[in-house]
């Protein structure tokens, strides 16, 4: 088997991990955690959501984090921006990059967002216009790619034209999520077979999570597919409150572990991503998903 | 990507789980246990192990257990036997197949058997021979081929001299294991690559540990090279004491759940396994580290 030689990690803790946490993480411990996570070797944090603090209460010191890091040289600042007046904010606090998000699943998209899919899209592509505006490049989210909690199987032809959609707006990568962590490795090479006969590897990531243990082994037939992109969340921190028995993003310890063992270049240092696992689930106050956070702690 | 259409599973958490709890499960539990796993469509289910209760225990009923079961028709009742007086009274229990180990590193087999690998392959022959005589087929682990906690890297040269001795006493079945939880999907593909030149696919067993989150990965990576044999633990219970960090048998319901979705045939009904291992853990009293069971209960 042939491996690429390197791979990309998105670290979206801060953002995906922390947003359903119902404990409430002071903004100084957030700022404290990112900071830590800029030092790890990571080169793309998402840092928080410039969401409405009704929608998202844990987030809703959006703008005092993404101003009170400290930013490092090298690595990309991302924030989730919904609207325009959530990319005022973003603006004002100085990200890199702008994130925009929505389901595959029509029904998932009008419980998560209250919208329909194609008003989403009106909504996403005058954000998408107004980021690159403003010089930030625009990632993408689409959710419930590999299956939804209401709808179960997302057609295919959905996922494809949402993507066309998004592309044509001018994002420059589309994260393909697996909202339910409910994926196998069989159904994510029938996806990327449609997918990639379209979109080129270079701008598709993969975001599973590991609710039912599968995310490495679907990143491993990612991987074998050409895709180098990879979203984690260190601690495997995270989940979708919407989205009913899900919880658990793909630990970004567990991912730099196997992509390190198996000769992968992540440049994230394990060394340090693991005191900064252990910090924040002290921090949060309960047993995080990650394995190789467990065996950091054991071994401490 | 092909894959083969069905599996095998072989359930080792009745011998390989409760061999490390702490927590005495009484023997009519273990019984009760073993009779919820012959019901859920297992074919293979290793009871106990006839090692004396001065090494393991929590397994000191043995006999107890294997004449207590209600035998399923169609499932091999397995034990491990460590030797003549084991494999005598492993025949009272009436069990179907004796399972032999060893280490594939000499320090660890040294820590964990109290022998060198020469003076235990002298004494597996011998209940080869024997558990052959009286008409049991005999599985061999060899335990530590993906790493040792002390010597770190084993070569492949000696897992393959070792394998050659083992089918040569007349073993039907080599189980290789990740004691530590530290194999990656690379190491698995050169470390099967170079067995599979000599012993065919059939006859060879993967033992995966989660420990590191990478055990799905690493049966993915097995199964694309042709293996079709693994084992599992309902609810993930069980490590090895003698291995400093190792926790963790990858758990029969992430396997189950994972080859289902891929379309492989395992037989066995998750509607079945699941309430096992949720009976198990609430019994252990300690949360266990299977995904899917963590995923059944938050749905009931």
New interface residues.
């Given amino acids: 088997?042939s491996?690429p030689k390197k791979v990309m990690l998105r670290e979206v803790g801060p953002r995906d991990g922390l947003q359903n946490e119902p404990v409430w993480l002071a903004t100084e411990d957030k700022i404290a955690w990112i900071n830590q996570l800029s030092q790890t070797g990571l080169s793309y944090i998402e840092l928080t959501s410039f969401v409405h603090p009704k929608w998202i209460p844990a987030l809703r010191d959006a703008l005092d984090v993404a101003k009170g890091i400290s930013r490092v040289k090298g690595v990309t600042y991302a924030a989730l921006v919904p609207n325009q007046k959530g990319l005022e904010n973003a603006l004002e606090g100085g990200i890199d990059e702008a994130s925009v998000f929505m389901s595959a699943s029509e029904t998932h998209n009008v419980k998560n967002i209250n919208k329909s899919t194609a008003d989403t899209l009106q909504v996403l592509k005058q954000v998408t216009d107004d980021a690159k505006k403003a010089n930030l490049s625009v990632r993408a989210y689409l959710s419930t790619v590999f299956g939804c909690p209401y709808e179960k199987r997302v057609p295919i032809e959905q996922v494809i034209r949402l993507a066309d959609s998004l592309f044509e707006f001018g994002i420059s990568e589309l994260s393909l999520g697996d909202t339910i962590g409910?994926a196998?490795?069989?159904?994510v090479?029938i996806v990327l077979e449609a997918l990639l006969k379209r979109f080129p590897a270079s701008q598709l990531a993969l975001h599973f999570h590991?609710?039912?243990?599968?995310?490495?082994?679907n990143?491993?037939?990612a991987l074998?597919m050409g895709i180098t992109i990879f979203d984690g969340s260190t601690g495997g921190l995270g989940g979708c409150p919407y989205a009913p028995?899900s919880?658990?993003n793909a630990?970004t310890e567990?991912i730099v572990?196997?992509f390190e063992?198996?000769?992968i270049e992540t440049n994230v240092k394990l060394a340090k991503l693991l005191p900064a696992a252990k910090w924040i689930e002290e921090k949060i106050g309960k047993?995080l998903?990650?394995?190789?956070l467990?065996?950091y702690k054991?071994?401490l």
């Fill in positions: 088997m491996y409910a196998n490795p069989v159904q090479e590991d609710t039912r243990g599968t995310a490495l082994a990143i491993l037939t074998q028995g919880s658990g630990a567990d572990y196997m063992q198996m000769g047993h998903p990650s394995r190789n467990q065996v054991s071994s």
